[in-house]
């Protein structure tokens, strides 16, 4: 089976321009979050989505959103960026939308804003 | 919101010997703690989990326990290898959080021949 998968695997942004960023979640799978891994630390959660509607959204400025579409896969997209979003963004599906459904991670997109 | 604490952030330990990685969360309500393991450049990766209604849980040399009385809960590697050598990182979720995994800031791992 195809794991989660995330694209592009790299980008380099000036600051102020916008970015989006892709993820297909593995097959069936209905849920998709995003999370923003600053080097060192851990993830911390920006968005879930499930069934196309937003559930959860982290501590994160109107210049993150998000949508997911039909076929579940789903779009990060980031505005006016700053050189403090430079980050690896991961996305990590799952089946549904309770709390023990594990979450599996895509390879992320590592963002790099100059 | 929930708070995961993780510690250490670092630790050395030589190959065979065992590894303890503790967390602490702060929201009584949440239910779900996952483990996972990040090598270098590579994706986090889901090694083992625990729900609120088991205090216990072991897969081979890896186990978890966890503490709800006193939010607290723990990963334990026996018989380390050099490929356990990873970034670890302990997560806490529950509805009130929105589904989130809340993270904790992950430990080093290295283990030496």
């Known amino acids: 089976d195809a794991g989660v998968t995330q694209s592009p695997t790299h980008l380099i942004k000036t600051r102020g321009q916008q970015v989006t960023l892709r993820c297909s979640p593995i097959s069936g799978h209905k849920s998709v979050s995003w999370y923003q891994q600053v080097l060192g630390q851990g993830p911390q959660f920006i968005f879930q989505?499930?069934?196309?509607?937003?559930?959860g959204r982290g501590n994160f400025p109107d210049r993150f959103s998000a949508r997911q579409f039909p076929n579940y896969s789903s779009e990060l997209n980031v505005n006016a960026l700053l050189l403090g979003d430079s980050a690896l963004y991961l996305c990590?599906?799952?089946?549904?939308?309770?709390?023990?459904?594990?979450?599996?991670f895509g390879p992320g997109t590592r963002l790099t804003v100059l | 919101g929930e708070n995961v604490e993780q510690h250490p952030s670092t630790l050395s330990v030589q190959e065979g010997d065992s590894a303890v990685i503790k967390c602490t969360y702060s929201d009584s309500a949440s239910n779900y703690f996952p483990w996972y393991k990040q090598e270098l450049g590579k994706r986090p990766q889901l090694i083992i989990d625990?729900?609120?209604?088991?205090g216990e849980k072991k897969d081979q040399r890896i186990a978890v326990t966890l503490n709800k009385t006193a939010k607290h809960f723990s990963l334990h590697i026996t018989e380390t290898q050099p490929e356990d050598s990873a970034v670890y990182f302990c997560?806490?979720?529950?509805?009130?959080?929105?589904?989130?995994?809340?993270f904790g800031k992950g430990t080093s791992l290295l283990v030496t021949p």
């Open positions: 997560a806490a979720s529950n509805s009130n959080s929105g589904y989130a995994l809340n």
């Open positions: 625990i729900r609120s209604n088991v």
């Open positions: 990590a599906s799952s089946l549904g939308l309770a709390t023990t459904d594990t979450q599996y």
């Open positions: 989505y499930y069934e196309k509607e937003e559930r």
